[in-house]
């Protein structure tokens, strides 16, 4: 059974920094490419950065120049690492993992982020 778990969320003051991690887990995710969404209250849940198996990366523009994600395959982990953080990044962060082998990605619990101004 794939699953997902992200971290690393909390409270930090706007022009900050936070690195969230997700671990995963189950068969066939060393293929996965992995991705970071997140949700604001009242809002629809968006995209923010996604890696590869090969690395290839791609981002959000809203992000795209204060986020840097990144994944080790061996330690099944990937990484976003947020500077620069403005009030409007508050938001349940999302870990969603989507392979060729799976009928479904599969979505973390979800972490919080909150930028104070």
């Known amino acids: 059974q794939v699953q997902v778990v992200e971290s690393g969320g909390g409270l930090v003051q706007a022009g900050g920094s936070l690195r969230l991690s997700c671990t995963y887990s189950g068969a066939s995710v060393a293929t996965a490419t992995m991705a970071w969404y997140r949700q604001a209250p009242g809002k629809q849940r968006e995209f923010v950065a996604h890696v590869t198996s090969g690395g290839t990366t791609d981002y959000a523009d809203s992000v795209h120049d204060r986020f840097t994600v990144s994944r080790h395959n061996g330690k099944n982990t990937m990484w976003l690492e947020m500077n620069s953080l403005k009030p409007e990044d508050t938001a349940v962060y999302y870990c969603?993992?989507?392979?060729?082998?799976?009928?479904?990605?599969?979505w973390g619990q979800g972490t919080q982020v909150t930028v104070s101004s």
């Open positions: 969603k993992l989507s392979s060729q082998w799976l009928t479904r990605p599969v």
